[in-house]
């Protein structure tokens, strides 16, 4: 009698631990991110992942009883096949339920097709191709379309600035000639000529910017609109420019703020004063959750270092992906994850964002800014804004988002 009851207890206890594990693993998401954590882009990388994290120290309760399970691939390089490998890999192995991250525009497009089969929801933290989020039923973004930014400093450019003739260059892949049909319309649209269109060299390595620059000095336009991937790249566009006597020679340099990235800004040297960019973030933005969100930054972080549109991409992802796992209770699908993303709107430290429901893709503020020395520090200070912009690509229809 004892000896049977015991066992039924046994039993028991064994089928409640089990019960029990089965809600633990369910209250666990699995968050597959793919990031540059090596190589070119690896500070980007840190800014992204130190966003995610910023987010949820900042808002404890996001994820109400869930938990989630990081899994971090090294996407390495911008061109696509690490990213592939890691991708599939996270799918397949570690059996990811959301996959995020994404700075270069060909990893992203390298992985769309393997979201689209596995019906994995893909949130894209950076990526700016116009085109990606057209790729996959599964992929929403909340960083930036390259026609968010480019579009509206094109017509910046002839409205306000008065342009009338420009020269664009810009980094030899998708979001760099994105970026170009993106300034374009909106320039000639307003009136202004585009004379010359300068492909700079690919992302991976830092190019020589030189030859291509010299040949923009003596073709005089009013304004020179440069697309390069941020980081290194911006450095080294903005000490060119200084070194070739660019601004002297009355030639303005405009561009997306991937080209005044905080994180490289104070590298730029006096000569960058006047840079005049469009882009939905930068960390001198005066509202209330910027000034929250830069405060604890440099708590965390450290005085002198700064959040930029990498990092407040990362927060934004990582808000879109708790709103995703509280809403859909823990049991994540693809279809599920993109229908609680539609019309899902946050008060970000970059202002008020919503994912478009016809798109997935994220509709937010541009900033018009121009470099200023402020004490010996160069700052962001607001000219412009246009007020919940979407990607104009797909707004227009033109070139591959017809
Ligand atoms: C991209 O590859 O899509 C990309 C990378 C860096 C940027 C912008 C876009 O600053």
């Not at 996959?136 to 973004?141: K, L, M, V």
């Not at 010359?196 to 992302?203: A, R, S, V």
């Not at 990498?310 to 699908?333: N, P, R, S």
């Not at 004490?375 to 246009?386: A, P, S, T």
């Amino acid at each position: 009698m004892n000896r049977r009851f015991g066992m039924a207890a046994r039993a028991l206890a064994t089928a409640a631990l089990a019960a029990l594990s089965f809600a633990a693993a369910a209250q666990t998401v699995k968050v597959g991110v793919v990031l540059p954590y090596t190589g070119v882009g690896a500070e980007f990388a840190q800014q992204i992942d130190r966003g995610m994290q910023m987010f949820l120290k900042l808002n404890p309760a996001a994820l109400g009883a869930y938990k989630v399970d990081f899994i971090k691939r090294d996407s390495k390089n911008p061109g696509g096949a690490e990213a592939k490998t890691a991708v599939q890999e996270l799918i397949t192995q570690n059996k990811v339920e959301i996959l995020t991250g994404f700075v270069y525009s060909p990893n992203a497009i390298a992985a769309a097709p393997l979201v689209t089969e596995a019906k994995v929801p893909m949130i894209v933290m950076n990526a700016g191709t116009a085109w990606i989020t057209d790729l996959s039923p599964e992929i929403a973004r909340v960083s930036f379309s390259m026609w968010h930014a480019s579009y509206g400093m094109g017509v910046a450019a002839a409205k306000t600035l008065k342009a009338k003739t420009a020269v664009v260059g810009y980094t030899d892949y998708p979001p760099g000639k994105d970026s170009l049909e993106a300034f374009k319309h909106g320039f000639e649209s307003a009136g202004g000529k585009v004379i010359d269109e300068i492909p700079m060299g690919g992302p991976a390595k830092v190019p020589d910017f030189t030859p291509f620059f010299q040949r923009v000095k003596d073709e005089k336009p009013d304004v020179f609109f440069v697309f390069v991937p941020a980081g290194d790249h911006a450095v080294a566009v903005a000490k060119t420019f200084a070194a070739l006597g660019m601004k002297q020679a009355g030639i303005k340099l405009i561009g997306p703020g991937d080209i005044t990235q905080d994180t490289a800004l104070q590298s730029m040297g006096p000569d960058a004063v006047g840079i005049i960019t469009m882009h939905h973030y930068n960390a001198d933005l005066d509202n209330p959750e910027n000034k929250r969100f830069v405060a604890a930054w440099k708590k965390e972080y450290g005085a002198g270092s700064t959040p930029d549109f990498m990092a407040v991409q990362g927060y934004d992802g990582m808000a879109a992906i708790a709103h995703v796992i509280v809403a859909l209770k823990g049991k994540i699908t693809g279809e599920g994850a993109m229908a609680a993303l539609k019309g899902w709107k946050f008060d970000s430290p970059q202002g008020p964002i919503m994912i478009d429901p016809a798109t997935r893709d994220i509709v937010m503020n541009e900033y018009l800014s121009k470099l200023e020395m402020k004490g010996g520090r160069l700052e962001q200070v607001n000219i412009g804004e246009d007020k919940a912009v979407k990607d104009m690509c797909k707004e227009l229809k033109v070139g591959r988002c017809k």
